[in-house]
């Protein structure tokens, strides 16, 4: 038989029953819709923890002052004193995977402008953190090294702090006060956002020169932590190490000690949400690859009902000379036109759900053509698998008793 | 019947000469049926000539039908040979049968045996699905088929919107549509009235008249009275082969019959 005319002849057969075939493809439809769906989620929600990751700064290493353990109390990192200025221009100068290294302190405060006040974190640091930090101005400029090096009362305002404290009028050149301080507003930087790694609002900040906070808002000489931007995203965990066996020497801590002070590497929290994202994804994947598999069933489970039922027919087609493998492909060919379909539909409507998570989350839509791929050719090939047993029982049907079956 | 139809001796004075159409030789069919064997057939050795027109009687469990399943290619026997054309077809696996099947037999069968939910032209084009003929081809010769057999009319019709005797011409139809050399009917009268039982066995002989050889089992003495052969079986065994001097001739007996249908 001519496949074209095989391939008409399977249609019209799954046309004559056409709810028990749409029922049958609507195991392979959910199956391969959750297959495409949870893929293009997945893959959607792992850009967006990227791109977020990548709006904390690029390849950015955290240095913070550490805990203290005296007398079996801990109270808690952000403690010891050891961490200094001096500290954030060795990192700089010695460790040659780092680019940059800012040095910071920083302090909850009250802020006012006329009539509105903002409780919020004021940080100081040097100009090269906003480069650290890869964050763009809004309006304005940074403070300059000049202004560090005289405690200049200038700050920059985030975008959270800049809205409540002056809507929708200019902040550039006006003076607000900062505890009992006034500074001047020389700056206010491009929104950047929840942090990804801890859920904060980084935009709810004001930063000023580091001496001016050091000197006039806290009074002391420590700093409180120091980012550092690597050389490229693949050098920051060497650069970790640099800084690690550095930091140490420079505070002479002994073998044994442990460190007084901590350094995080954001290329690891993008690591770890990317595992995790991975194996929610695969296992996701797993339960989905289930429901596929159930569909091959159903295609099964109704191929048998349907060479049950038309003994006859394919007695009569063997009588007018059927051979077996006519008799095998014509009901493969129908499983497989169960399993395309469904297939085909189920595509549609993975892609259409994924599109509409995305819509919803505003994650960015991510469905890869491997997906689609991987999932027709897995969809045809659990028809040919499931279909064979019921084909091949069809072929081997005995001519004369199939023409007397009732 | 006294007079003799001078068509029907044409062919009878043909049909001895040379290598005959089917020949069987010691053909012996033994099934299992549980702890006991049955021999459906003990020995059948027989020779049926091109041309020739044959009916099998006999009761049921003589054989008659095993026999015909390994006539029609649809069975092989347990011993002996079968001879189709010059091919030992006893020999045949299953895929050269479906082939001999398809192009040398045509079968005709007691409840017609046409598909549901197809039309008569397609129901006439099956055998040629599987003989790889062009569409076009295929339902020329489907259409030709069934002009042939009377219903050039009903091409589109289901098999549910036909009379039983329209419905078995459609199954004469396909078993004609392929040429074959030999045309095989399980009671082809068997669920039709006696008026229409007679237009179906005019069918036969007019196409018998035109060098067909057909082999016809029956139960129905009227209806073995119209072939031109008798072969009786029992027991496994050919009781009786005789040849019948003066057949009935169908279209005749049809003229003397109160017309009822259509």
Known sequence: ?406 | MATTNSLANAKTATKHAGVPLVSVREVRKTYALGETEVHALRGISVSIHAGDFVAIMGASGSGKSTFMNILGCLDRPTSGEYWLEGTDVSQLDKKELARVRNLKIGFVFQGFNLLGRTTALENTELPMLYSRVSKKEREQRARDALTLVGLGDRLDHFPSQMSGGQQQRVAIARALVNKPRILLADEPTGNLDSHTSVEVMDIFQKLNRDGLTIVLVTHEPDIARFTRRQIVFRDGHIKRDEVIDAPMIASEVLKTMPTIED
């Open chain 1, 1 to 406: 038989m001519f496949l074209a005319d095989a391939f008409l002849l399977a249609l019209r057969a799954l046309g004559r029953n056409k709810m028990r075939s749409i029922l049958t493809m609507l195991g392979m439809i959910i199956g391969v819709g959750a297959v495409i769906a949870v893929i293009g989620i997945g893959k959607g929600a792992a850009a967006k923890a990227q791109e977020q990751l990548a709006a904390m700064g690029s390849n950015m290493l955290f240095v913070g002052s550490g805990s203290v353990n005296r007398y079996g109390l801990n109270v808690g990192s952000g403690q010891t004193k050891t961490l200094v200025l001096s500290d954030a221009r060795a990192i700089a100068r010695e460790c040659p995977s780092v680019s940059t290294a800012a040095p910071g302190v920083q302090t909850g405060q009250q802020v006012v402008f006329g009539n509105q006040n903002w409780a919020t974190q004021v940080m100081g640091t040097e100009p090269q953190y906003f480069e650290v930090r890869n964050w763009p101005f809004a309006s304005g400029t940074s403070f300059s090294e000049e202004d560090v090096t005289q405690s200049a009362t200038v700050a920059v305002l985030g975008d959270t702090v800049r809205k409540y404290l002056f809507g929708s009028s200019n902040p550039i050149g006006q003076t607000i006060r900062i505890g009992t301080l006034p500074f001047k507003i020389v700056g206010t930087l491009a929104p950047k956002g929840i942090s990804a790694g801890s859920n904060q609002d980084q935009d709810d900040v004001i930063i000023a020169p580091l001496t001016t906070v050091q000197k006039k808002l806290l009074g002391q000489e420590w700093l409180r932590w120091i980012m550092v931007s690597a050389t490229s995203r693949g050098s920051s965990y060497v650069a970790q190490k640099q800084i690690v066996s550095l930091l140490r020497d420079r505070h002479k801590i002994r073998p044994d000690d442990p460190n007084d002070f901590v350094v995080r590497n954001l290329a690891d929290i993008a690591d770890a949400e990317a595992e995790q994202g991975s194996v929610m994804t695969t296992l996701l994947t797993i339960v989905a690859s289930v429901a596929l598999l159930v569909g091959g069933i159903g295609i099964m489970n109704i191929m048998l009902v349907s060479v049950t039922e038309r003994t006859r027919e394919i007695g009569i087609r063997m009588a007018v000379g059927a051979t077996e493998e006519d008799v095998r492909r014509q009901f493969l060919l129908e499983a497989i036109v169960l399993g395309m379909i469904g297939g085909a539909v189920g595509i549609l409507f993975g892609v259409a759900s994924s599109f509409a998570v995305s819509n919803l989350l505003e994650w960015p839509i991510l469905i890869p053509p491997f997906a689609i791929v991987l999932s027709t050719l897995f969809a045809i090939a659990i028809a040919v698998f499931f279909g064979f047993y019921p084909a091949r029982k069809a072929s081997q049907l005995n001519p004369i008793e199939a023409l007397r079956y009732e």
